[in-house]
């Protein structure tokens, strides 16, 4: 087995092995857009998704208890789950969905999850026109680089006599 056949392996454990030690969960909500709370922390608006670590003990158990979630949308509506039980047959990545109770305020929370969406792709947007002038900038520093850079090295047309001996299993070469 040569070098890049052992460390291409040796990757794939180490991959597949840190794989097994954590899963996730993506928790959705209807409508999108409500604020995730892992225990009384917010950590973001859904879709969302959390990693949870699998302890040693747990490690070859067919089912993993997670901590569960809560969602609370812009209305002030609220929903939750205790725990989560995941079949680790299935994999290692999972979806949750919350749907939120049939109340008033649904109409709200869905112009709330309409307005974060225009954000994102706003946010898209202001990073490609980033990327776009750092490209710009970089493209005219390299052509202004271009145009002052005078090479100090020029090449002569001195030629190289050599010559070349044998002594025992050694071979010496000399130029001048």
């Known amino acids: 087995m ?6 291409l392996f040796c990757g794939i454990l180490l991959l597949t092995g840190c794989a097994t030690n954590r899963v996730s969960v993506t ?3 209807d409508p999108p857009g409500a604020t995730l709370y892992e225990g009384q922390r917010a950590v973001g608006y859904t879709p969302f998704t959390l990693m949870y670590n699998i302890l040693p003990e747990a490690k070859n158990a067919q089912s993993l208890k997670v901590q569960g979630a809560k969602v609370v949308w812009a209305s002030g509506v609220s929903t939750s789950v205790d725990h989560l ?10 979806h949750f969905t919350l749907s939120r ?3 008033p305020g649904r109409e709200l ?3 709330f999850a309409l ?5 994102r792709i706003l946010q898209q947007q202001a990073q490609a026109q980033r ?21 100090t090295y020029t090449p ?3 030629s190289f006599n050599c010559t070349s001996r044998q002594v025992g299993s050694y071979v010496y070469t000399d130029c001048y």
Do not use: H
Request: aromatic share 16%.
């Open 85 to 94: 039980i995941l079949d680790r047959g299935k994999g290692s990545n999972f």
């Open 27 to 29: 928790y959705y909500s």
């Open 109 to 111: 929370d869905a112009k």
């Open 2 to 7: 040569n070098n890049f056949t052992k460390l």
């Open 101 to 103: 109770p049939d109340v």
């Open 131 to 151: 990327d776009q002038a750092f490209w710009q900038m970089y493209n005219s520093m390299l052509n202004q680089y271009r145009q002052t850079y005078v090479p």
């Open 156 to 158: 002569t047309s001195k």
């Open 115 to 119: 307005q974060l969406e225009r954000n």
